[in-house]
């Protein structure tokens, strides 16, 4: 029996998106059986495999992945099929050093079309995981990044027109980080202390299953695949870069005991100098890059992270870390870390509107569903832009995330100037390449085109949107 999923899917695949809003089309999908439960903490948080290089040349590492199908722990004692990169869910890391190329050779070993977006990434069209720019099952092809940019946690995830929040959700996302020598002089933690945190939501049935469905209905927290882990840490400073890979879920997270942490970047890299923060809220592809110093607990005492944008039906805990003994820590976090560039003048302006329209039964962008034979924007290379991009829809209570709208960049990241009138904390002065937008917000951004010419994509985040059509083709010419 088809069910409105399969007919989706299937218009989807002969190249027309079917006019039914995903949240529509996946709840009926919802399994009335209650959701596996797992007990708080039992799992140890996995890190994330570093992917090592197939070869090196002078200037090059080459990496080789593999998507396919398989099946990861996920709960502890269930068996959950996950799709991957490589068979690790969360995919393994890739570390680039700045000023060396990176390829990466990518096999599609599974059913469904692929694409991979190097998000964050400064790349050329060609290799920047366009959505129309698809990799087919049984295809291999390469995707080529030079990495000229400042060190950042970047991330890799699929970007297949109508597919990608699907494909993410089922496990296509990985972290990429770049690396450069102004991060090895600042002296932060390292090594083994400097862990990335991959927060997502999931819903598994009692039989492993892992559902597709809206976000009202996926209790389960994961950091690095694993629901609701514990981390055991020494009592000393942690890094961590800390990416929201859920494909639509607004996060709050605090320490449970309201201790401070320290946030030191953003999306596209370092902050100018150091934030002190007690909640760090990021939305879907956000990310940000934190030291929390675990020497102020007394070692054989934990202290829970949890999301208080959690609904008031789930368990807001996330992960809980276990402090151990101190261990030698010569690392710091400077008082500057970073030395903003001036934004060159802007000379073009232009205005974006994202809202649900009832009518088309889609997500918009300036009342227009996304078509790629269609050029939204005309941009010229060394253009510096200021951008405004209005949440139209009105505020409602929660379970309602989809009228939570985010606004994502290919091609190059950005400077936050200001939200409703009002200069954006330091924490999101940065550079950004995904900034949110509450319903009823008007943000403001300034953007300068380098380097590339072609098409690329900017899009709402909340991956449904996109898929379901917010997003606009971006034609960068010299
Ligand atoms: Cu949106």
């Known amino acids: 029996m088809a069910t409105r999923r399969d007919v989706l899917k299937l218009a989807v695949v002969g190249g027309i998106v079917a006019a039914v809003p995903v949240e529509a089309a996946v709840a009926e999908l919802t399994s009335t059986a209650d959701p596996a439960s797992a007990t708080p903490f039992a799992a140890e948080m996995p890190v994330p495999t570093v992917l090592r290089p197939t070869s090196r040349t002078r200037d090059t590492d080459f990496y080789d992945i593999r ?27 890739i570390r680039a050093a700045r000023g060396r190329q990176v390829v990466v050779r990518h096999h599609n070993g599974l059913a469904v079309d692929t694409s991979v977006h190097l998000h964050g990434g400064h790349v050329p069209a060609g290799h920047d995981g366009h959505p129309m720019d698809l990799l087919k099952p049984g295809a291999t092809r390469e995707y080529h990044y030079p990495n000229a940019q400042a060190a950042a946690s970047l991330w890799y995830h699929d970007h297949a027109h109508g597919l990608e929040a699907e494909n993410v959700y089922r ?8 690396t450069d020598e102004h991060e090895r002089g600042l002296k932060l933690p390292s090594g083994k202390y400097e862990v990335e945190l991959q927060l997502r939501d999931a819903r598994i049935e009692q039989d492993g299953t892992l559902t597709f469905t809206r976000a009202q209905s996926r209790p389960h927290l994961l950091v690095n695949g694993r629901e609701r882990p514990h981390f055991r840490v020494a009592a000393r400073k942690y890094r961590f870069r800390v990416y929201n890979v859920s494909v639509d879920r607004f996060m709050s997270l605090r320490l449970a ?35 929390v110093d675990f020497s102020r607990y007394k070692p054989g005492t934990s202290v829970v992270l949890q999301n208080t944008s959690a609904l008031a039906t789930e368990n807001p805990d996330v992960l809980r870390f276990d402090v151990g ?10 008082p500057v870390l970073l030395a903003a560039a001036a934004l ?70 950005f400077r936050v100037l200001d939200r409703n009138g009002v200069p954006v904390r330091p924490a999101e002065a940065g550079q950004k390449d995904v900034v949110m937008v509450a319903p009823g917000d008007t943000v403001r951004l300034a953007l300068t085109w380098k380097n590339f010419t072609g098409r690329y994509v900017v899009h709402c985040h909340q991956l449904p949107h996109s898929d379901y059509s917010q997003m606009l083709e971006i034609e960068i010419t010299a």
């Open 344 to 413: 060159p003048p802007a000379t073009v302006e232009r205005r974006f509107v994202l809202e649900w329209n009832a009518a088309q039964a889609r997500y918009t962008i300036n009342g227009q569903v996304y078509d790629p034979a269609r050029v939204d924007v005309q941009a010229k290379l060394g253009t510096t832009e200021i951008w405004t991009v209005v949440n139209a829809d009105a505020p409602a209570p929660a379970p309602n995330f989809h009228l939570n709208h985010n606004f994502h960049t290919h091609q190059t990241q």
């Open 257 to 291: 005991d309201g201790g401070e942490f320290v946030q030191i970047g953003s999306d596209g890299g370092f902050l100018a100098a150091p934030v002190g923060l007690t909640e760090l809220r990021l939305s879907a592809g956000e990310r940000a890059d934190v030291v």
């Open 171 to 178: 496990g296509l996302h990985a972290s990429y980080v770049v």
């Open 67 to 93: 998507m396919f199908d398989t099946t990861a722990e996920v709960i502890p004692g269930l068996v959950t099929g996950v799709r991957t990169y490589n068979g690790s869910f969360p995919g393994p890391t």
């Open 325 to 334: 003994f101190p261990a030698y820590d010569d690392s710091r976090v400077p």
